[in-house]
T-cell receptor, first 111, second 114 residues
Framework: AQRVTQPEKLLSVFKGAPVELKCNYSYSGSPELFWYVQYSRQRLQLLLRHISRESIKGFTADLNKGETSFHLKKPFAQEEDSAMYYCALPIMNTGFQKLVFGTGTRLLVSP | EAQVTQNPRYLITVTGKKLTVTCSQNMNHEYMSWYRQDPGLGLRQIYYSMNVEVTDKGDVPEGYKVSRKEKRNFPLILESPSPNQTSLYFC?????????????FGPGTRLTVL
């Protein structure tokens, strides 16, 4: 079954510390993965996607097909990074996209 | 401003009283979708729509209906709400249903069914 797993509900770090939010997936085809972020009192928005190979707000994510992972990393966390982070896997079903989300990880960055 | 809007933002209702949550986008997107967000479960897709008059079930469609009579609107209908439909609901849209497309989300509707 297609599934996205985010094992940590809460990740608490101090400002300046490295951050890694874990995401593992189960998908039989060639995966395309996203990270979405929800800041307090804001709507859910795209942070980055695998296909773009980009770094957004200092965050990067590498797709590891061997480990079926797409962990989100940042070398030095900032207080403004505190938010809810969701890993998402688009699945094509009869030509239409379904987006499967993980359960989310709340990142709390303390001063 | 390009955006997805939802109304109402907050709603408290009673069991069995039909309600509709509206969703509208002004970006001429073909693809629209509804999700519910519950603690510990993340976001789960309720229904989605590829284009006008084309809809399909997501993972948790029971108790919900949708319609897509116009490209910009995708209302979510609860014919007979029950307490287990108390949740935070998000509407989203994207240009097409392609795998690489970003989905743009509305601000959410918090529904409480008593």
């Amino acid at each position: 079954a297609q599934r996205v797993t985010q094992p940590e509900k809460l990740l608490s770090v101090f400002k300046g510390a490295p951050v890694e939010l874990k995401c593992n997936y189960s998908y039989s085809g060639s995966p395309e993965l996203f990270w979405y972020v929800q800041y307090s009192r804001q709507r859910l928005q795209l942070l980055l996607r695998h296909i773009s190979r980009e770094s957004i707000k200092g965050f990067t994510a590498d797709l590891n097909k061997g480990e079926t992972s797409f962990h989100l990393k940042k070398p030095f966390a900032q207080e403004e990074d505190s938010a809810m982070y969701y890993c998402a896997l688009p699945i094509m079903n009869t030509g239409f996209q379904k987006l499967v989300f993980g359960t989310g990880t709340r990142l709390l960055v303390s001063p | 401003e390009a955006q997805v809007t939802q109304n109402p933002r907050y709603l408290i209702t009673v069991t069995g009283k039909k309600l509709t949550v509206t969703c509208s986008q002004n970006m001429n997107h073909e693809y629209m979708s509804w999700y519910r967000q519950d603690p510990g479960l993340g976001l789960r897709q309720i229904y989605y729509s590829m284009n006008v008059e084309v809809t399909d079930k997501g993972d948790v469609p029971e108790g919900y209906k949708v319609s897509r009579k116009e490209k910009r609107n995708f209302p979510l209908i609860l014919e007979s709400p029950s307490p287990n439909q108390t949740s935070l609901y998000f509407c989203a849209s994207s240009p097409t249903s392609g795998r690489y497309n970003e989905q743009f989300f509305g601000p959410g509707t918090r529904l409480t069914v008593l």
